[in-house]
């Protein structure tokens, strides 16, 4: 057998811009090519540089749409990457959007720089024009399809049922009656999440590549989660106020409003008003529509029954126009707005937050990630003054987060999903995660299962087989 080794080029003690370079003899593949997202000097040198040569790499195999996994993809390409972009049908389509978004936001974050003359001149990392070379590139795989990556390299996908079209990816090598199995956990869902399926278990693998993102904690159960939203939501309601939720157009919106949508079937926070006022979002949902094969037996029969509840109910609304979405505003009756962008750094919920938060009526609620240095987790932290497009806003609104709503594995589920494979992985590899959770989980994962795990540091690389 051909040696076979991966070097962990992104995502290596940190959860962003995934990339893993594995090679094969003399053949190179790509697993992930996702923005790196940080600092902006230290983001545009590592977006910039890759430690290989694009124009030797054969192909890319994505995991699934998130930008941290993608969004890199067009500087791949506009750097000299020749070769096919392998995904599941829905991370296709999703990617088309989600490129073009980012090539757009990065484009007006640029011309603010260099208009404020913010350091040094600067120019995008990439134009729609890659992004148009990009998506042109990708081939479809349903999933459980098996193809040649190679002719002694065989790709599968299992469903990861982190968001919509996420894979868990199965690599087989095989030379001269040896062979040897390599799986890639991508993002890995959750059980019993709304709208999509649980996560698979895909046949055995001898080596496991594995997120850790929260490999030190367990989530809220989802019953108690949906207690607390309703307490919120009719707390807010009975001050006569409105519910702000800064929310990811893509994954996150889908499921709040699946949420509220089964809430209102058990006879929950009915008579209220959502409106959805992302166009992302819009476009997001639509693309949930097109494709129930991935959805969760609950999620197709409410589909089908309901004539595409429950991404559109009778109370839903989505906002389309820039003047729809600021006549919210003139509403006086309560109601919940789910906008984007998630950590509030742009996007419709900041005229949102600029209206309401000085408001003690209305709520705020938390219901992603928040990272340090954003507007989401300044109000996630109790600030009682925030800058809101550059004016001071005194916080009265009552703020709150739920932590229930993940599209991530918490230490639980992930150790459980590993402990389900067949045979047991000989070597795990931790990635997608800071420093604290990998050594929490990789210590559960040794005591547990007795595997070897492993913590590479960016650009470590690990022979796998000689
Ligand atoms: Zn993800």
Redesign the pocket.
């Known amino acids: 057998m051909a040696p076979l080794t991966i070097s962990f080029q992104g995502a290596a003690r940190t959860v962003t811009g995934s990339r893993h370079l594995i090679r094969f003899g003399e053949r190179r593949w790509l697993f992930d090519c996702g923005l790196y997202q940080g600092h902006r000097d230290e983001a545009e040198r590592v977006n910039r540089s890759f430690a290989f040569d694009p124009a030797s790499i054969e192909a890319v195999v994505v ?4 930008l ?2 993608t969004g890199n993809l067009p500087t791949l390409v506009a750097q000299g990457y020749p070769g096919p972009i392998h995904a599941t049908e829905a991370t296709t389509q999703l990617s088309t959007f989600m490129l073009a978004d980012s090539a757009f936001l990065q484009e007006r974050d640029v011309e603010h720089v260099n208009r404020h003359g913010i350091g040094k001149p600067r120019r995008a990392l990439y134009g729609q024009g890659d992004v148009a070379n990009t998506v042109g590139r990708f081939v479809k795989h349903a999933y459980h399809a098996p193809w040649q990556l190679a002719p002694e390299v065989e790709v599968c996908y299992y469903d990861a049922g ?2 919509l079209g ?1 894979a868990l990816t199965t690599f087989a090598f095989r030379t001269g009656g040896t062979s040897m199995r390599l799986g890639m956990s ?2 890995l869902g959750r059980p019993n999440r709304p709208i999509l399926r649980d996560p698979e278990v895909h046949p055995g693998v001898d080596v496991l590549v594995l997120e850790s993102t929260y490999g030190d904690r367990f989530h809220t159960p989802a019953a108690e989660t949906e207690r607390e939203l309703v307490e919120i939501v009719e707390r807010t309601v009975a001050r006569g106020g409105r519910v702000l939720v800064p929310a990811f157009a893509v ?1 996150r919106t889908q499921e709040l409003v699946a949420t509220f949508h089964g809430l209102c079937e058990r006879g929950q926070v009915c008579d209220l008003p959502i409106f959805v006022d992302s166009p992302m979002a819009g476009e997001t949902t639509a693309v949930f529509v097109r494709h129930p094969e991935c959805f969760d037996d609950e999620t197709r029969r409410t589909f089908e029954e309901q004539g595409g509840a429950p991404f559109g109910f009778q109370r839903l609304h989505y906002v389309t126009s820039p003047q729809e979405s600021r006549s919210l505003n003139d509403r006086t009756e309560p109601c919940i707005i789910i906008a984007a962008s998630g950590m509030c750094e742009g996007g419709r919920i900041v005229h949102h937050l600029r209206h309401g938060l000085g408001d003690a009526r209305n709520t705020v609620l938390m219901v992603g990630f928040q990272a340090e240095g954003t507007l989401g987790r300044r109000i996630r932290d109790g600030a009682g003054l925030v800058n809101v497009f550059g004016e001071p806003i005194r916080v009265r609104a009552e703020v709150q987060s739920l932590d229930g709503f993940s ?2 594995a918490d230490q639980g589920e992930l150790v459980s999903w590993v402990a389900r494979l067949d045979p047991p992985p000989r070597r795990i590899f931790l990635v997608h995660g800071e420093i604290g959770p990998a050594e929490a989980l990789a210590a559960v994962l040794k005591q547990r299962l007795g595997a070897e795990v492993h913590i590479p540091t960016r650009g470590e690389e690990f022979v796998l087989w000689s």
């Open positions: 995991s699934h749409a998130h941290d996994h982190h968001i996420s991508g993002d994954g599209a991530h």
